[in-house]
């Protein structure tokens, strides 16, 4: 179907008759004359690029505080725990707190605690992230000590973010420990990300060797996977058609949250191509300019505190 690129903000709900989109409609805050009672936000590519502000995106966060509305910044950012992200955040202008924050660390410590309660967990990740890992046993890191061996060391394989931390031997230690019957959890299948210097291979690149290597499939907890969207709503107290998700990559985080019950925001700035817009599987329920248009978008769906 066609889409409407003119206006600034523009519905772009689907015409199909199926039942996920005859219920997104009955769940509408719109048509039903709900109000948002809650926003979840990403942050790179919609608050920052690269840490730095986007233009009007600390104004339009203080206008949103002002509302008094819950909110929750989202983000399968693996490289820092929520405090340093809440000092990033605060070096670019914006007041946060790690509070306000949700990584795909934090709610893959929550997942663990609740599905493998008591395991012993070795992690591969670019970054420390040990602060936002509560309750969760890790194995101890000396990978040159273990490679050689397959025996059994982890009942939990936890793949983060890429980086330099995923040289031949870590790789290989953790294909031994899935070999030897590890469950394997990840927290995101991302191919590759943005940095200054160009586009640089993630986790999903490595994932995909070690799913096909060890015939198993990885358990992912950070955004797509609507367990990150319960845990975000779980956050900020509210109901899925009460909510509103604000992102820059159509797929993982607007879609995603669309399917998950949660209204969709996706904004023109971050990792936004036109050509991603066209070619993606479905229709953001809003689409803005930037995270600067959102207190207006709020204003026409109404919002609620009470
Ligand atoms: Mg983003």
């Known amino acids: 179907m066609g ?13 199909h008759g199926d039942r996920a989109h005859r219920d997104r409609a009955h769940r509408d805050p719109v048509q039903r004359g709900e109000a948002v009672r809650a926003v979840l936000i990403d942050i790179d590519g919609v608050l920052t690029v690269s840490w730095e502000p986007l233009p009007g995106a600390v104004a ?7 509302t008094g509305l819950p909110f929750a910044l989202v983000t399968n950012t693996t490289s820092r725990t929520r405090a340093a992200i809440a000092d990033r955040l605060a070096g670019a202008g914006f007041s946060v707190t790690a509070d306000d924050i949700l990584t795909a660390p934090a709610v893959t410590a929550a997942y663990l605690r609740a599905h493998h309660p008591r395991a012993r967990c070795l992690l591969l990740n670019a970054g420390d992230i040990r ?9 101890d890191d ?22 330099d931390a995923f040289d031949y031997a870590a790789l290989n230690r953790v294909f031994r420990q899935l070999q030897c019957g590890a469950s394997l959890v990840a927290m995101h299948r991302n ?10 291979l993630d986790t999903g690149a490595f994932l995909l060797g070690l799913e096909k290597a060890a015939r198993v499939e990885a358990a992912i907890t950070g955004k797509p996977a609507e367990a990150f969207f319960r845990a975000a709503l779980s956050h900020v107290g509210a109901a899925p058609a009460e909510a509103l998700m604000v992102g820059d990559d159509i797929e993982s985080d607007v879609l995603a949250a669309q399917r998950a019950g949660i209204t969709g925001v996706l904004v023109r700035t971050g990792k936004y191509l036109p050509e991603t817009h ?13 995270f600067a248009d959102l207190p207006d978008l709020l204003e026409r769906l109404g919002t609620s505190t009470a």
Do not use: K, N
């Open 142 to 163: 000396h990978p040159e000590q273990h490679a050689a061996a397959a025996e059994p060391e982890a009942g939990v394989v936890v793949i983060g973010g890429a980086g």
């Open 3 to 15: 889409r409407a690129h003119g206006g600034r903000e523009h519905r772009g709900r689907r015409a």
């Open 60 to 66: 339009a966060m203080e206008r949103l505080r002002a």
């Open 131 to 139: 602060g936002d890992l509560d309750g969760v046993q890790l194995v």
């Open 278 to 290: 066209r070619a993606a599987s479905g229709d953001p329920d809003h689409v803005v300019d930037s």
């Open 191 to 200: 191919l590759y990300w943005r940095t200054a210097g160009g586009l640089d």
